[in-house]
């Protein structure tokens, strides 16, 4: 057993949520960040194959607008039946997550195969409602909130149209075939391999409290380190299939170094994980598995 208020202390520094916040995803057993339901596993995992694809270097079978997402501020809360998004644009988040009218239209699409809006509750709190999303295929649920310090309600107090005029799916519409054939195109990755996929989504906007490594929700550096230029971005990524060792490749922020930093850091890292140093890349072991992560222009 974990002590609690010790365990919620140390994730707050790290993670960036309020304390009040990330004593709510504590686990018995540790610090709640990769703990979770089997469920909640498949959909941060394929959550983490629409954020780390985008650009022209995607790997995905069809063109995906997900990674897009990266450009808001993303504060992860992992708890353990459901992930926690806190945002200061709700809206534009869920817009990004879910399918609307526009999803049958020719492009690329701007949300997650079977996922929908279950409920929007909090309509009355000043920093405007939650939403309530469930995964069809899983039963794995999300909340996109603007709350620092989360508490949901139980009733639905909010219709469910977005802010463009186009309807969200709501959870009485079922997986398209559409929906379905993207994720049987789909590579799943391996058990290690996966593992590593999620602790990255669950600590896109992690930093280090000794200013040792920053992830910068994988769009900038908040550390503004010296000779490091602070405003440099771009949204090209690639997670690649590989059988047992995939890649991860991506211009811009974070650094590799950083990412292989955050993973074998004692206690905030991922349990088991090894990482060995490469030409230009590193490698993180999991299982047996592994996912070589590379920053094309800056190391």
């Keep these: 057993m974990v002590n609690r208020g010790s365990a919620t202390r140390f994730r707050a520094e790290r993670t960036g949520e ?42 995905l079978p069809y063109r995906s607008m997900v990674h897009v997402l990266t450009s808001y501020t993303l504060l992860m809360s992992p708890r353990y039946d ?16 879910v399918p609307n009218g526009q999803a049958r239209r020719p492009g690329p699409s701007s949300f997650i195969p079977g996922l929908r809006l279950e409920q929007v509750t909090g309509a009355h709190h ?36 977005c802010p463009f005029g186009y309807e969200w799916w709501t959870s009485d519409v079922p997986v398209t075939a559409e929906e ?6 789909l590579v799943p990755p391996p058990a290690g391999v996966a593992a590593i996929v999620n602790a990255l989504v669950v600590r896109m906007r992690a930093r280090d409290p000794h200013h040792r490594w920053a992830m910068g929700n994988w ?11 602070c405003d440099f971005h771009e949204s090209s990524r690639r997670l690649m299939p590989g059988g047992r060792h995939w890649l991860l490749e991506w211009c811009g922020y974070p650094y590799a170094s950083d990412v292989a930093a ?32 590379r920053n094309r222009h800056m190391e």
């Excluded at 379905?180 to 195109?185: A, E, I, L, N």
């Excluded at 769009?219 to 230029?229: A, E, K, S, T």
């Design 219 to 229: 769009w900038n550096d908040p550390l503004q380190r010296p000779g490091r230029p």
């Design 18 to 59: 309020d304390p009040v916040t990330a004593r709510q995803g504590v686990h018995r057993h540790g610090l709640g960040l990769d703990e979770c339901t089997p469920a909640q596993h498949s959909l941060r995992t394929l959550l983490g194959q629409h954020l780390f694809n985008g650009g022209d270097k995607s790997a």
């Design 262 to 293: 955050m993973l074998c850091e004692p206690r905030f890292g991922l349990p088991g994980a090894e990482v060995t140093p490469g030409s230009g890349h590193f490698t993180i072991t999991l299982g047996g598995d592994a996912l070589r992560v």
């Design 126 to 161: 000043a920093d405007g409602p939650d939403y309530h999303l469930i995964h069809l295929p899983t039963g794995a649920r999300m909340i996109v909130t603007e709350q620092t310090r989360t508490h949901f309600e139980n009733r639905p107090s909010h219709g469910s149209r």
């Design 82 to 97: 459901r992930l926690v998004v806190i945002t200061d644009a709700a809206p534009n988040v869920v817009g990004y997550l």
């Design 180 to 185: 379905h054939d993207q994720v049987m195109d």
